[in-house]
């Protein structure tokens, strides 16, 4: 073995042993060789070694790091979902409120949370285009811009979905106080009393309290964690029950991150056209891919107007600033109409900081930094999920957002497990809470998007071993 | 007559004679004595005259101003409104969008808003609060606070209760993005598709979206522009229809201006409480009172939980920042749950920025202020009202608000008018916005809270033209 074959080997070693981290930055040329007594151009190799096996990247100017790749994947992925397709009344109980409320504690471990570590956005930043937003504000805009919104927000929206290759009517943009009434008000738009609403099984639980406050029956569609929903499935459905409408989550689907593939966007908008079934599609979590290029929306390739693109800045740079947007295509009059007598529209002061911010540049930058540390993140939690939690339990690995879901070994409950979970100071969301029959009692999704730190890695460990703690011991289980 | 009786006299035709307006002031001791070559002690004693006679007030420390009365109110004020009381299921015409749009051109001259003049609000203030408070805000808030918003708002808000002499639990108050978000919210916690719901007659327009959005039924109730709603009516109406809720404005009604009596209210609460009724009270206007005294809210009287009392900053302090709230009563764990899906919350800045504003103290003399200016505006545009509009005019005279409203001589067409007004760059509101059938057809709501002008006052001398324009001509109006 040479000189930097051995150095390299060893790197090797201290990363597999989690002396090393995802994320983590390598000792510079210079530390190397002095810490190694080697050359410089030994360190070159030894590293050049590494980033060909895929274990570590050179950022440019910044050195070296280590990439986001569990060591060990001795886990399945879970299973896709099988739920009756029969509409069904939504009767959301108390138990998802508490546990909502649960999710936000500060102290403990977040594990639960929908949100991302409040550390990873800008909000230095942010602050200053908010103060430069009101210096420049026009008294006036505070009544003229009540309904729209701010129309620089506008513009700056149009340019990012034309920098994805859409050119979009500003009157398409409907401006809303973050995604969930953006969503909602494109809901109120197509969907009546009564009607059925195509959703996910499991979907995130916002759709399901939604889909009860307008008496909506939901028809629950098979998904997986890998290509998302199943179309053999949906193309039965829109023939035999003729939904309203569908509510799906192409990229980073919550809680299971699946990614629909390009093809299947294609193939669903077709689907949905042909039936004439407008599609809600909510696209919080689309700019947080780990690939090198964007994941498009369904609505890139929608041609009639049916797709209604929702997302917001929530999950990227602001969830306080409460500012989202429809893109509603033929629905968008009607939607800006609804929210009239609603919203009326979000607050002026952050939708004109946010249209600062990104005017002045700095977005995409933080968004490349946030992708990264968030693939990074993820690879560090899946890691000690592989390698902490029992045997039989499966776990998913999304190509982006920031949730993992975990299938965990038939007897475990994840209601009881959330229970005991938080008696530790530690936050999970148990499957039930995205399922309008309370299904997936033996699923949880974990947030991956907080700081990585001895605490987190310990309360997986708690995790993991309250998961075992619940599986018979006297037989082996029966995966 | 003595040389200050003779003083007195002037200066009171010169008032009567629109030289000096409500809220100029008069000419400063000094300035006086000049003028007429009189001495100090006589122009104190003619300024102490027109004061007892109330033509006038003294500011102490800045002069005297002329005080708001019309001189010559020769319209009689609108008759109350006789709607039929059968339930009836809405369906906004596009008129009311296409109005409601065209209520917001900042060009023209906007009578038919719904907001006061800008520059009446303290947007220095307020900024330096945003900026002030943006520089305290934990990273943590914008996911703690996501729902149930900014806690230091929540405290200065059950403060302002307190100081009302009404004690309120803090679980009771749901911050909302400005007030129609809680109106709404109410709304869909008490009423299910199909249900009837009490409004007033003419009521508004946003309650008529909200219900027909809902699909529930209105029942319009007579409601006149002294006292409000007729309570016999609405008895008759809580016994043989059993409504899910009443929706009504106790405060400074939107379109009419009227104002319950506290025993009025008083008695509404018991009436409401007997049926087991809940009461949506839209009160944003409540801090606009021209007397001394705040009037109560209907909430005040409330022993049941029954009240939902819905109100916000958006009519005093900062349209734009979409800050609002209801004390929800039994309701609001309810309401606070149906905002987890709809709203989260409001943006943490501004909610931020306006609890920082509150403690920092100057909310209540810039309310202070503000209500003098909003009188005055009010008495300089009756006055107009009273000088040009034609015979068979009547119109409203609300002890506060910014709205007062004209019933014009029959023959006239409130639409028509809209927009003829329009074409010259006027804006006003037509009354049959303000009604689930349509009616009041030949009423308008004009907004007496931009900052009065010539601009203004020839807009006022253009409508009672373009009024008399529409009356037949050749025979004499029926009034």
Known sequence: MTLYESYASDLSEAIAAGLFRPGDRLPSIRE????????????FKAYYLLEAEGLIRAAPRSGYYVNARPTDRRLLEPKPSRPKTAGISIDTRDLVYDIHASLKQRSGVPLGS???DPTFFPLDRLRQSLVAAMRRLDPWSSVVDLPPGNRALKRQILKRYLAHGMKLAESEIVLTNGAMPALDLCLAAVAKPGDSVVIESPTFYVALQALQRRSL????????????????????????????????????????????PDQKKRELVALLAQH??????????GELYQGDVAPP???????????????????????????????AGGFATQVERLKLSTLLTGAIPTQ??????????????????????????QA????????????????????GGYFIWLELPEPVDAVELFWAASAQGISIAPGPMFSARGEFSHCIRLNTGQVWSRKVEDAIVKIASLVAWQMPRSSPSPH
Chains 1, 2 share one sequence.
């Open 352 to 377: 004109a900081a946010i249209a600062t911010y990104l005017q002045d540049g700095g977005y995409d930058s933080h968004l490349r930094r946030l992708r990264r540390t968030l693939a990074d993140q």
């Open 276 to 285: 004439e079934v407008p599609l809600i599609e909510d696209d919080v979590y």
């Open 380 to 399: 560090v939690v899946v890691d000690a999920v592989h390698r902490y939690f029992p045997e039989g339990t499966r776990v998913s690995l999304p190509q």
């Open 297 to 327: 929306s369904a609505k890139s390739f929608d041609r009639h107007g049916l797709v209604m693109h929702c997302a917001s800045f929530s999950k990227t740079l602001a969830p306080g600033y409460r500012v989202g947007w429809t893109a």
């Open 32 to 43: 190397a060789c002095r810490q190694r007594g080697i050359s410089p151009a030994t360190v």
């Open 114 to 116: 929908p949100f991302i």
């Open 217 to 260: 029956k939901a028809i629950e569609v098979a998904t997986d964690c890998g290509e998302g929903i199943d179309l053999g499935r949906l193309a039965e459905v829109l023939e035999k029950r003729r939904p309203a409408a569908c509510w799906l989550m192409t990229n980073f689907q919550n809680p299971l991150g699946s990614l629909m």
